[in-house]
């Protein structure tokens, strides 16, 4: 898997959108970039993936750039509730096969949104 | 999205003893499953593949004979912490894919005394 780099913290108001940024110069033609993020104690929470196209779920957007290089997740109106460490992430299926679980956590962005 | 389930949650055991943890995919068939380890204030680390039906494969450093990984079913996988020391206490987490997106568990806390 391509190696990711990340802030490691960023800071955030709340109501404000949070802009949380990756690199990934070294990513393949086939791997994602998966966004997960981690509550303390709890197991990650999948966020959203992608490939080439931007990317838009109910919980944030991921603008991935032209040469695939970076990407930027945004979560549009952030609560304190979305305080967590975020894990940018790029994967690829399983040695050839269908399963994309095998996941390279690098330290991630701890994210805090304060009132 | 969805769902993996992990049980328990939380276990101490004493050292020396066995400690069994499952991991389950609970509305859809899972013929992998990953098991990861976080210590911390540090990342998670995979451990090991956990192959439905054959052996699992192991990460580098990772002993096969003290994680015994069992995955007899589309739906569960089995960590199972052999003559578990203080070292190994940690947070043990699975993940599930289906399609090209990975579910994780909630975790669980073991700690050895």
């Not at chain 1, 944030?60 to 750039?65: D, E, N, R, Y």
Request: hydrophobic content about 30%; aromatic content about 8%; some cysteine.
């Amino acid at each position: 898997d391509a190696k990711t780099t990340q802030p490691p913290s960023m800071d955030c108001a709340e109501g404000r959108a949070a802009n949380l940024p990756c690199n990934h110069s070294t990513i393949s033609g086939n791997e994602y970039v998966y966004w997960y993020r981690q509550i303390h104690s709890q197991g990650p929470q999948y966020i959203i993936h992608g490939l080439k196209n931007n990317e838009t779920n109910e919980m944030a957007s991921l603008i991935i750039t032209e040469d695939r290089k970076s990407s930027t997740l945004i979560l549009p109106h952030a609560t304190l509730r979305d305080t967590a460490v975020y894990y940018c992430i790029a994967g690829s299926n399983n040695a050839g096969g269908t399963s994309y679980g095998k996941l390279t956590f690098g330290q991630g962005t701890i994210l805090t949104v304060h009132p | 999205g969805a769902v993996v389930s992990q049980h328990p949650s939380r276990v101490i055991c004493k050292s020396g003893t066995s400690v069994k943890i499952e991991c389950r995919s609970l509305d859809f068939q899972a013929t992998t499953m990953f098991w990861y380890r976080q210590f911390p204030k540090q990342s998670l680390m995979l451990m090991a593949t956990s192959n439905e039906g054959s052996k699992a494969t192991y990460e580098q450093g990772v002993e096969k004979d003290k994680f015994l990984i069992n995955h007899a079913s589309l739906t569960l996988s089995t960590l199972t912490v052999t003559s578990a020391h203080p070292e190994d206490s940690s947070f043990y987490i699975c993940s599930a894919s289906q399609g090209t997106e990975a579910f994780f568990g909630q975790g669980t806390r073991l700690t050895v005394v």
